[in-house]
């Protein structure tokens, strides 16, 4: 029976960045890990190697911003380990039915050069747009970084600028009433607020959806940043794609004595007297531990699949209940495809040029169509008569990861994890088959086809993965790759419940992080940072919390005097 300190339930980036912290500690470290591949959402693979060998596609996650909102790739010198980000610019291109087109720059200036060709009022309201969103970024950013509960490091995060671009969105009351007004809203209310042209609207709605929720769904507001990100941080993908994240995380792990183990699909976490002292994977190899088990999966798995439930009741007799009831999931999933193509798409209708395929490519006709695209899944339907599509050709920015010449498209499609009116049948009951899922997949080619032409006859092979499959590769529950909803409710220290909120659990020894803890999903690695630093203090609360108060004091002091 192999003994370890800590014992790490998947191999996704969030786990693996809080190994490397506590490797960094002094702490052993063991990683178990489903699949035969390590990074849960976001590796890089050949999955059509006897159809298209040599292209890389990236099965999940792709685009980076929120990473570069935190201190993980420069504090664990992910550089040095192999890890090279190469920055997208232009960031977004959007075709709109009447000819018109959304092409968004890194530079904010750039961007609104492009919006004034077909709106000058849209341009001006675009540069005041990004100028608000980016300072409440910069108010946020000490919150991300910092576990949910503790003041003090939120504190100590907040620089000189930082605090500028706090007190910059909060102030007076008015000030300050007007800026929770904004957070209640919806993105529908505030695009509406703020433009007029639909050509704007459409792709910045699609955008702010990505949270997971439609438009017009209240609290998610905060969806506006994802496009002031793309120009401040900035959009980025690893050299090699999304895996090369992952693969400098393995090799640094591995290099400070952390053990990855794959093909282990844990069956139970193991509790002696209300205390987590190991895991149980399913060949019957137990691994025990001496200080604490880590779970990068959603909290409904942890307790009520990989635990018993004595053990649960015997914490927090509420606990599971909770679980059961409380957290929300709206049935939106994410129907995925994949094409090895033989030239470049082309937009042969807006003004093409090969540039406009470095960045997103948004299939987002109008704020309705958004509306539909993230409405209709919450209800069982697939909101395929007139599909919205984000869609990425990867290797414009980055041609290692296909053949000389060739490229691959990426291709993500919202769509109900359970099908209406269809319990029962196909995969897991979800209704889903390889009849249906292709039958979307080209609904959804016809739809690029109207902007892109020249797609259909480039498609050398393809691959499409239904919800229900895209759950049981990656482990998202109900298909869900946030593992519980973005929504205002269950963010911050409601995530994903106030009593688990700050990574620790009523189980002594058992923590969580991923997605389904603060900050949420995208990659940032944040979770499994803010899990370590909660970790150290449990292990060490009396030097470790002094050793971050001073830094808090320091780091705050300096930043009002401009130490």
């Not at 929504?487 to 002594?508: G, S």
Request: aromatic fraction near 8%.
């Amino acid at each position: 029976m192999e003994s370890y300190d800590v014992a790490i339930v998947g191999a996704g980036h969030n786990g693996l960045v809080c190994a490397a912290y506590l490797l960094n500690a002094g702490y052993s470290v063991l990683l178990l890990e489903k699949r035969s591949v390590p990074g849960g959402a976001a590796t890089t693979e050949e999955a059509m190697r006897s159809e298209a060998p040599g292209f890389k596609f990236n099965l999940c996650a792709i685009d980076h911003e929120f990473i570069h909102l935190g201190p993980v790739v420069e504090e664990l010198k992910l550089q040095k380990y192999g890890l090279e980000y190469l920055f997208c610019d232009p960031v977004v291109f959007c075709p709109h039915p009447d000819g018109k087109y959304f092409l968004a720059h890194r530079s904010v200036e750039k961007t609104c050069a492009e919006i004034e060709r077909f709106s000058p009022r849209d341009a001006q309201k675009y540069a005041e747009f990004t100028n608000f969103w980016q300072r409440v970024i910069g108010m946020m950013i000490p919150i991300f970084n910092a576990p949910p509960k503790s003041v003090i490091d939120m504190a100590g995060n907040y620089d000189w600028a930082k605090l500028q671009d706090l007190f910059s969105v909060i102030g007076p009351p008015d000030k300050t009433l007007d800026f929770v007004r904004t957070m209640f809203s919806s993105p529908r209310d505030i695009l509406e607020e703020w433009f007029d042209s639909e050509f704007l609207k459409a792709p910045l709605a699609r955008l702010a959806s990505e949270l997971g929720a439609p438009p017009s769904q209240k609290t998610i507001s905060v969806g506006a940043i994802m496009m002031a990100m793309r120009h401040n941080p900035g959009m980025a993908r690893p050299r090699g794609g999304t895996g090369a994240l992952v693969q400098a995380l393995l090799n640094l792990v591995k290099s400070k004595g952390g053990v990855v183990l794959t093909d282990q699909s844990v069956e139970r976490i193991l509790i002696d007297e209300g205390r987590a002292v190991g895991v149980r994977v399913a060949n019957g190899q137990e691994y025990r531990v001496k200080r604490g088990v880590i779970a990068n999966i959603d909290a409904k798995r942890v307790f009520l699949q990989l635990m018993e439930n004595s053990e649960v009741d015997a914490a927090d007799p509420k606990l599971r209940e909770r679980l059961e009831r409380r957290i929300v999931n709206n049935n939106e999933s994410i129907l995925k495809l994949d094409l090895a193509i033989s030239e470049p798409l082309r937009f042969e209708h807006h003004n093409h040029r090969d540039e406009y395929l470095i960045g997103s490519v948004l299939i987002a006709d109008s704020v309705n169509q958004i509306e539909v695209a993230h409405s209709d899944p919450t209800v069982g339907k697939i909101p395929d008569s007139d599909p919205s599509l984000y869609v990425v050709v990867p290797t414009m920015l980055d041609p290692s990861m296909a053949p000389e010449g060739k490229h691959t498209v990426w291709i993500e499609f919202f769509a109900p994890y359970q099908i209406a009116g269809a319990e029962g049948t196909g995969m897991k009951g979800t209704g889903w088959t390889d009849e249906l899922k292709n039958k979307v997949a080209d609904r959804l080619i016809d739809k690029l086809a109207e902007y892109a032409p020249n797609v259909k006859s480039a498609i050398i092979a393809r691959r499409v993965e239904s919800p229900p499959e895209l759950s049981e590769r990656t482990g998202f529950l109900k298909g869900n790759h946030y593992h519980i909803d973005m929504t205002l409710d269950q963010m911050v220290f409601f995530r994903p419940l106030p009593e688990l909120a700050n990574y620790k659990t009523p189980i002594e020894g058992l923590y969580l992080t991923g997605a389904g803890t603060h900050p949420g999903g995208s990659v940032s690695g944040m979770p499994g940072r803010n899990c370590a630093r909660v970790f150290l203090h449990t292990q060490e609360p009396f030097g470790q919390k002094l050793k971050e108060a001073g830094n808090a004091v320091k780091s705050t002091v300096g930043a009002v005097f401009n130490l």
